[in-house]
């Protein structure tokens, strides 16, 4: 997506939408080829096979390599691993904030924090 728009709500609402990239004008050529590049990669594995393996899907939708250090105030790494952990274990389709936080044992304000890192970071 690019878009002048940077109000959270309309980028997790983008992104709610399957948006793969979001571009805020103006930006430079160089992080519009990273977005392209993105969404090339992504469409190159899921057209190739019906069934992707774990490793098809890390690649696809490769997460980034969260430390300690790059955490915003307020997140703690320990957290962070516990709700990523539970995301890619949980059975279930679909799930709301407060059944996620019930599952991991935190507040509903907490996982509303630690949901909306992963998503930007995605």
């Given at each position: 997506?690019?878009?002048?728009?940077k109000?959270?709500?309309?980028?997790?609402?983008?992104?709610?939408?399957?948006?793969?990239?979001?571009?805020?004008?103006?930006?430079?050529?160089?992080?519009?080829?990273?977005a392209?590049?993105?969404?090339?990669?992504?469409?190159?594995?899921?057209?190739?096979?019906?069934?992707?393996?774990?490793?098809?899907?890390?690649?696809?939708?490769k997460?980034?390599?969260?430390?300690?250090?790059?955490?915003?105030?307020g997140?703690?790494?320990?957290?962070?691993?516990?709700?990523?952990?539970?995301?890619?274990?949980?059975?279930?389709?679909?799930?709301?904030?407060?059944?996620?936080?019930?599952?991991?044992?935190?507040?509903?304000?907490?996982?509303?924090?630690?949901?909306?890192?992963?998503?930007e970071?995605?």
């Open positions: 997506m690019i878009t002048a728009a109000n959270s709500d309309e980028i997790q609402e983008a992104f709610a939408y399957g948006v793969i990239d979001y571009l805020v004008k103006p930006f430079s050529f160089e992080r519009f080829q990273e392209i590049a993105k969404y090339d990669g992504k469409c190159e594995i899921l057209n190739q096979k019906v069934v992707l393996e774990q490793a098809d899907i890390d690649v696809t939708y997460k980034q390599e969260v430390s300690r250090n790059t955490l915003p105030k997140l703690e790494s320990r957290t962070l691993a516990k709700v990523i952990h539970t995301l890619e274990n949980l059975s279930e389709n679909s799930w709301t904030l407060k059944e996620l936080a019930n599952h991991i044992g935190v507040s509903n304000v907490t996982i509303k924090k630690y949901m909306d890192y992963l998503e970071m995605d």
